[in-house]
C-alpha cells in the first residue's frame, strides 16, 4: 500500500509519518503531483496558520489538486479545515471540499483550546471499534460548526464538527498521531478499512 503524506510545509508532518510507521506501514512525504496521484491513501495534515497554509498549496497547483483526488484522504486539524469552504482565520478561501466555513471561538471559552477532550456521536468506518466518549487531543482556536457532513462532535462551550467526512475525503479536529492508542485506531481504520 502506498501512503503519501502531502509535505507542504506544514508542521507535525514527521509525528503523522512515525505513527504510521508504528502501525506497520511506511509513508512517504511528497508534494509531487504525480506521487500523490499514485497513492493509495493520502494524509493532508497541518498546524499553522490558515492564509499561509493555503498560499502555500497555491503556490504549488496543490490546491487544484487535492479536491479531485479519487482515493481515500485524511485531512488533519488545519488539513481538515483548510478542506472546508473557508476560514476566518485570516479570512482565507478553503478548497471546498466540505461545506462548512470554519469559525473562531468565541470570548466564552479560553483560546486555544488545547488538552484531550470526547468525542461523540460517531458516524462511519473510520470510528470503527471506537467507543462513544474516547478521548482524542486537540489544539486549535477555530472550529467546524455541525453540518450535514459531521461524522463525530466533541464538545467545548458548544458542540462542534470533530470529524468529517464527504464521499472520500475524511477529516478530523484532533491529531490522532497524539492520541494514544484511540488515536493508533483511527489511523489504522483509516489505512485498512476505508
Same mark, same amino acid.
Given at each position: 500500500m502506498k501512503i503519501v503524506i502531502i509535505d507542504y510545509g506544514a508542521g507535525n508532518i514527521q509525528?503523522?509519518?512515525?505513527?504510521?510507521?508504528?502501525?506497520?506501514?511506511?509513508?512517504?512525504?511528497?508534494? @509531487?503531483v504525480d506521487e500523490i496521484l499514485a497513492a493509495d491513501k493520502v494524509i493532508f495534515p497541518g498546524v499553522g496558520e490558515a492564509s499561509s497554509a493555503m498560499e502555500k498549496l497555491r503556490a504549488t497547483g496543490l490546491d487544484k489538486l487535492i479536491p479531485n483526488l479519487k482515493?481515500?484522504?485524511? %485531512?488533519i486539524c488545519l488539513g481538515m479545515q483548510l478542506m472546508c469552504h473557508s476560514s476566518e482565520e485570516g479570512n482565507t478561501e %478553503?478548497? %471546498?471540499?466540505? @461545506?462548512?466555513?470554519?469559525?473562531?471561538? @468565541?470570548?466564552?471559552?479560553?483560546?486555544?483550546?488545547? %488538552?484531550?477532550?470526547?468525542?461523540? @456521536?460517531?458516524k462511519s468506518d473510520l470510528f470503527k471499534g471506537i467507543p462513544e466518549q474516547s478521548y482524542i487531543y486537540l489544539v486549535h482556536s477555530f472550529y467546524a460548526p455541525l453540518g450535514k457532513e459531521t461524522i463525530a462532535?466533541?464538545?467545548y462551550g458548544l458542540n462542534y464538527s470533530a470529524a468529517l467526512q464527504k464521499n472520500n475525503f475524511y477529516g478530523v479536529q484532533f491529531h490522532p498521531e497524539k492520541s494514544s492508542e484511540v488515536g493508533s485506531h483511527i489511523l489504522k481504520n483509516f489505512l485498512t478499512v476505508i
Open positions: 509525528s503523522i509519518k512515525f505513527a504510521i510507521q508504528r502501525l506497520g506501514y511506511e509513508a512517504v512525504l511528497s508534494h @509531487d482515493q481515500p484522504v485524511l %485531512g %478553503g478548497l %471546498g471540499i466540505f @461545506d462548512l466555513d470554519v469559525v473562531k471561538f @468565541d470570548s466564552s471559552v479560553k483560546v486555544p483550546q488545547i %488538552g484531550w477532550n470526547q468525542i461523540s @456521536d460517531l462532535t466533541s464538545e
